[in-house]
């Protein structure tokens, strides 16, 4: 397992730009995928955004399809996920989450990832 750690989150007004970052430890962060979720107050978790281990296959929600973009820097060890156009339905906290790379296909659940961060406050206001 990888630990991980978001940041980047913060208060932002609507139609607003954030970008997020989750540095990962350990020497083994291009044998996992990536995913991004996030959960609003009140609601189940919810999947937002997936890497593959070499970043050339990605696949984000129909939410969210056209704003953010999911990236990594295997170099560096970290994902990002870049947020346009934000709305206040965006608002939420966001966790990053690694799983070993196994090439499955979407839909892809909370459940199949075995390591998550702690999750990064993320306001949007109208």
């Known amino acids: 397992q990888v630990q991980l750690v978001e940041s980047g989150g913060g208060l932002v007004q609507a139609g607003g730009s954030l970008r997020l970052s989750c540095a990962a430890s350990?020497?083994?962060?291009?044998?996992?995928?990536m995913g991004w979720f996030r959960q609003a107050p009140g609601k189940d978790r919810e999947f937002v955004a997936h890497?593959?281990?070499?970043?050339?296959?990605?696949y984000v929600a129909d939410s969210v399809k056209g704003r953010f973009t999911i990236s990594r820097d295997n170099a560096k060890n970290t994902v990002y996920l870049q947020m346009n156009s934000l709305k206040p339905e965006d608002t939420a906290v966001y966790y990053c989450?690694?799983?070993?790379?196994?090439?499955?296909?979407?839909?892809?659940?909370?459940?199949?990832?075995?390591?998550w961060g702690q999750g990064t406050q993320v306001t949007v206001s109208s």
């Open positions: 989450a690694a799983r070993p790379e196994d090439y499955a296909l979407p839909p892809y659940r909370s459940a199949d990832f075995g390591s």
């Open positions: 350990g020497r083994t962060f291009s044998r996992y995928a």
């Open positions: 890497i593959n281990w070499s970043g050339g296959v990605t």
